[in-house]
């Protein structure tokens, strides 16, 4: 299994700084994403208020998960000083992503059809 690791020591100190900015940044990123859907879902729970129309955001709430286990994941690689996560948890972190971003891009949809206008006017 530690052949597929590559363990900050190893390489050096150059590239072993850039791939840790470019992870941290990572994380951030991701960070950033899974907030950013999550007052996504805050606004649709105000729409569903206002508009009095089931918006289903705690669906739009809830779908972004799996980013915020992805940076989660890559946090803890960070922190054990490896410089890519282990191949168990790649993978499950980019399924996780993947099927997160998916869900988060169908919820949007649905919210979406919510509150755009039907042809011919509001009824």
Do not use: D, H
């Not at 946090?75 to 054990?80: A, C, E, G, K, T």
């Not at 790649?90 to 997160?100: H, M």
């Amino acid at each position: 299994m530690n052949l597929f690791l590559l363990n900050f020591s190893s390489l050096p100190e150059e590239i072993t700084r850039i791939a840790s900015i470019s992870s941290w940044i990572m994380i951030i990123a991701a960070l950033f994403l899974w907030i950013t859907f999550v007052l996504f879902g805050i606004i649709a729970k105000r729409y569903e208020i206002v508009l009095r129309k089931k918006t289903e955001w705690q669906f739009i709430i809830i779908a972004p998960s799996g980013i915020l286990i992805y940076a989660v994941l890559q946090l803890i690689s960070v922190l054990q000083g490896n410089l890519k996560m282990p191949i168990n948890f790649g993978r499950i972190a980019y399924l996780l992503f993947c099927f997160s971003g998916i869900l988060s891009l169908l919820g949007a949809f649905r919210f979406r059809r919510v509150i755009s206008p039907k042809r011919g006017g509001f009824r």
